[in-house]
C-alpha cells in the first residue's frame, strides 16, 4: 500500500479531522486547537492523503534551532499495519534532513512497543525515560525519550 502515496502539508480546514483522527489513536489525543497552533507556528505537518481525498496519517514536527522534535504522529485504526506509519516517519525525517536539522527527538509511550520498535528501525536510539510522564486511566506511564542524529549543520 506504500506505493504511489500522495503526502501534503496539513492546511486549514483539517484541524477538526486530524483531532478525530488523533482521538482515535491516542488516549490523550491533540485537540483541533493544538492543530491550528501547528498552523500558526509554521511547524511542519504533513499528511498521507488517500485516494478518496481522506487523510489515512500525520504528522507534526517542531525544528527548535537546529535540531527537531517528532511531536506526534499516527496512522488510522482501520490502515494499521501497512507501512503507512513508516512511510509517514520517513517522510518527516527526510523533510528534516532537507532543513538540515542535526537531530529529532521524540518521546513515546514505554507500552507502544509497536512504535519504539518501528523507531528503532528506523534509527533513532533511546536516550532517557520520563518517568510517570504520560496519563493513563490507571494513572501515569514512562515516556521512552529517542533521538535520531542526522549530523548536517542547522535546521
Known amino acids: 500500500m506504500t506505493d504511489g502515496l500522495r503526502f501534503r502539508s496539513v492546511r486549514q480546514g483539517d484541524e477538526e479531522i486530524l483531532a478525530a483522527l488523533e482521538a482515535m489513536v491516542e488516549p490523550t489525543p491533540w485537540t483541533a486547537g493544538d492543530f491550528a497552533d501547528v498552523l500558526r507556528n509554521g511547524w511542519f505537518c504533513d499528511v498521507l492523503e488517500l485516494d478518496d481525498g481522506s487523510i489515512g496519517a500525520w504528522a507534526v514536527v517542531m525544528p527548535v534551532l537546529d ?89
Not at 534509527?123 to 518517568?131: P, Q
Open 67 to 155: 535540531e527537531a522534535e517528532l511531536l506526534t504522529i499516527g496512522v488510522r485504526p482501520d490502515l494499521q499495519g501497512r507501512g503507512l506509519g513508516r512511510a509517514m516517519l520517513d517522510r518527516m525525517t527526510d523533510a528534516m534532513r532537507t532543513r538540515k536539522c542535526t537531530r529529532c527527538h521524540l518521546e513515546v509511550r514505554e507500552s507502544n512497543e509497536r512504535a519504539i520498535r518501528l523507531y528503532e528501525t528506523s534509527g533513532f536510539v533511546r536516550v532517557g525515560l520520563r518517568k510517570n510522564y504520560y496519563r493513563t486511566a490507571e494513572g501515569r506511564e514512562h515516556a521512552v525519550l529517542m533521538t535520531l542524529e542526522f549530523g548536517g549543520e542547522a535546521c
